[in-house]
T-cell receptor, first 113, second 109 residues
Framework: DTAVSQTPKYLVTQMGNDKSIKCEQN?????MYWYKQDSKKFLKIMFS???????INETVPNRFSPKSPDKAHLNLHINSLELGDSAVYFC????????????FGSGTRLTVV | GEDVEQSLFLSVREGDSSVINCTYT??????LYWYKQEPGAGLQLLTY?????DMKQDQRLTVLLNKKDKHLSLRIADTQTGDSAIYFC?????????FGAGTTVTVRA
């Protein structure tokens, strides 16, 4: 059973398109995250939701909009895709209290052409 | 991240020990973590240490924490080819996990 699953695994799209990445966790965690990993493998947090409430919103273009319909799901919608959006996007979840760390999904490789 | 620093590359012979070093800046971090990323894969939590501990051992992995110097290290004993990966150090602050740039470990025969 996959703990944190994201779809799709690969996404190739043209500039200007709008796309969504979905994420689901079955760990019963109350907090979910989106991270972006660039070509140099640097990981940067984008957003975090705790029980469907946005708690972290880093400096991210407003073309990126997260949506959390319930605490087990956190989707990422990207409007007007640009070449610089090409990266690997990771979803993660955790229990807000306690130090056992985040559980990551396997990533979505987005390529904008 | 600019708050967590690691050396970028480490080459080690199979069977030797690997030591990956990390420095962090936030002294209020309650936990510090080591994650492993294999090529094309997600991040796997390897181990973590509570900030009031100096050392934690888990099979081939030993984590050392020097809180005074804000220095964290990960030692992998008897390094195997399957240990080739990127290793990320991370600190947590206000529920936000911040990563270093990752150390690429290459194991040579």
């Amino acid at each position: 059973d996959t703990a944190v699953s994201q779809t799709p695994k690969y996404l190739v799209t043209q500039m200007g398109n709008d796309k969504s990445i979905k994420c689901e966790q079955n760990l019963g965690h109350d907090t979910m995250y989106w991270y972006k990993q660039d070509s140099k493998k640097f990981l940067k947090i984008m957003f975090s939701y705790n029980n469907k409430e946005l708690i972290i919103n880093e400096t991210v273009p407003n073309r990126f909009s997260p949506k959390s319909p319930d605490k087990a799901h956190l989707n990422l919608h990207i409007n007007s895709l640009e070449l610089g959006d090409s990266a690997v996007y990771f979803c993660a979840s955790s229990q807000r209290t306690g130090g056992s760390g985040y559980t990551f999904g396997s990533g979505t490789r987005l390529t904008v052409v | 991240g600019e708050d967590v620093e690691q050396s970028l590359f480490l080459s080690v012979r199979e069977g030797d020990s690997s030591v990956i070093n990390c420095t962090y800046t936030d002294s209020s971090s309650t936990y510090l973590y080591w994650y492993k990323q294999e090529p094309g894969a997600g991040l796997q939590l390897l181990t973590y240490i509570f900030s009031n501990m100096d050392m934690k051992q888990d099979q081939r992995l030993t984590v050392l924490l020097n809180k005074k110097d804000k220095h964290l290290s990960l030692r992998i004993a008897d390094t195997q080819t399957g240990d080739s990966a990127i290793y990320f150090c991370a600190e947590i602050n206000d529920y936000k996990l911040s990563f270093g740039a990752g150390t690429t470990v290459t194991v040579r025969a």
